[in-house]
């Protein structure tokens, strides 16, 4: 059985667990409706299962793991254990209040995730925002919002900033399109906060920016922000997440995680380098 690595968040356990149970039944040539049957459930229960897309139930796993001729008991218990952990609830979950269920997994993927390679065009990402730069963006996407509200939503956002810190971080490395960076969100000054904040970031092993400039005009990412999330486990794939105004797309399909990642090379093949990206950041503090 995999090894997980202490940290894992609850949504990558899943994804594992059900990647494991996944295994175990194709070896036995077992269908989908015949385990199903077995708990009690359907096809589509297996399905979901097996993705990662739903909690897990002691007794299903337990009886699979029987159907599936795993008697071991140490081999049973490493699962058992596996389960336990991706059942628990994750941090966020204070937050469910104000937390689009859409959502709520790239959170947790995100907590996961060894590295994240993100491209922005209207907005500085989440990760790398300052709590004032995030309530201006917070705040205009939210009319009518109660001010408790938007404070807790802020406090979740930088929550979520904490993944990038200490030795277990992941790499993060983000394309800004220049328009982001020169749309004064909050303010003049709230934006000369911002743009300081990410040069004081360069300073971090694990955070690379860099600037889609203008002046290059059109480039491979026209069709807008994405990001694509790399988890510690071969057994997890790489992860493509596209959002959408009221919704997201999570793409995990071999050859559209290629296609996002051919664009995400482009992009960084044509964008500035570290040390342009800091002269670029204090020329638009200046210029604001």
């Not at 039944?25 to 989908?32: D, L, S």
């Not at 009886?63 to 994750?90: I, K, Q, T, W």
């Given at each position: 059985?995999?090894?997980?690595?202490?940290?894992?968040?609850?949504?990558?356990?899943?994804?594992?667990?059900?990647?494991?149970?996944?295994?175990?039944?194709?070896?036995?040539?077992?269908?989908?409706?015949?385990?199903?049957?077995?708990?009690?459930?359907?096809?589509?229960?297996?399905?979901?299962?097996?993705?990662?897309?739903?909690?897990?139930?002691?007794?299903?796993?337990?009886?699979?793991?029987?159907?599936?001729?795993?008697?071991?008991?140490?081999?049973?218990?490493?699962?058992?254990?596996?389960?336990?952990?991706?059942?628990?609830?994750?941090?966020?979950?204070?937050?469910?209040?104000?937390?689009?269920?859409?959502?709520?997994?790239?959170?947790?993927?995100?907590?996961?995730?060894?590295?994240?390679?993100?491209?922005?065009?209207?907005?500085?990402?989440?990760?790398?925002?300052?709590?004032?730069?995030?309530r201006a963006v917070i705040t205009a996407g939210?009319?009518?919002?109660?001010?408790?509200?938007?404070?807790?939503?802020?406090?979740?956002?930088?929550?979520?900033?904490?993944?990038?810190?200490?030795?277990?971080?992941?790499?993060?490395?983000?394309?800004?399109?220049?328009?982001?960076?020169?749309?004064?969100?909050?303010?003049?000054?709230?934006?000369?906060?911002?743009?300081?904040?990410?040069?004081?970031?360069?300073?971090?092993?694990?955070?690379?920016?860099?600037?889609?400039?203008?002046?290059?005009?059109?480039?491979?990412?026209?069709?807008?922000?994405?990001?694509?999330?790399?988890?510690?486990?071969?057994?997890?794939?790489?992860?493509?997440?596209?959002?959408?105004?009221?919704?997201?797309?999570?793409?995990?399909?071999?050859?559209?995680?290629?296609?996002?990642?051919?664009?995400?090379?482009?992009?960084?093949?044509?964008?500035?380098?570290?040390?342009?990206?800091?002269?670029?950041?204090?020329?638009?503090?200046l210029d604001l």
């Open positions: 059985m995999t090894q997980t690595q202490p940290g894992s968040g609850p949504t990558a356990l899943r994804i594992l667990l059900g990647s494991q149970l996944r295994k175990l039944r194709e070896n036995k040539g077992i269908t989908r409706d015949e385990a199903g049957d077995l708990i009690r459930g359907s096809e589509s229960k297996i399905s979901r299962m097996e993705l990662g897309r739903v909690g897990f139930k002691e007794r299903d796993v337990a009886d699979l793991l029987s159907f599936y001729g795993v008697e071991e008991p140490e081999a049973r218990a490493a699962v058992m254990d596996l389960l336990e952990r991706a059942n628990e609830p994750g941090w966020w979950h204070r937050f469910n209040d104000v937390l689009p269920t859409w959502f709520q997994a790239y959170v947790g993927l995100e907590e996961a995730a060894t590295r994240i390679r993100t491209y922005e065009v209207q907005f500085v990402p989440g990760l790398l925002q300052t709590k004032e730069y995030a939210a009319v009518g919002a109660a001010p408790e509200e938007i404070a807790r939503r802020v406090d979740l956002r930088l929550g979520r900033q904490r993944v990038l810190d200490g030795d277990r971080g992941p790499m993060f490395w983000a394309v800004i399109d220049e328009a982001a960076l020169r749309r004064p969100i909050g303010g003049i000054e709230v934006m000369r906060g911002q743009l300081q904040h990410l040069i004081d970031l360069m300073n971090q092993t694990n955070i690379t920016i860099q600037i889609m400039p203008f002046s290059f005009g059109g480039h491979a990412a026209e069709g807008g922000a994405f990001s694509i999330l790399r988890f510690y486990d071969a057994d997890l794939p790489d992860i493509v997440y596209v959002e959408q105004l009221a919704s997201a797309l999570y793409l995990d399909k071999r050859d559209e995680v290629d296609r996002y990642g051919e664009v995400m090379e482009r992009l960084c093949a044509v964008s500035t380098t570290p040390d342009e990206t800091t002269g670029m950041l204090r020329q638009i503090m």
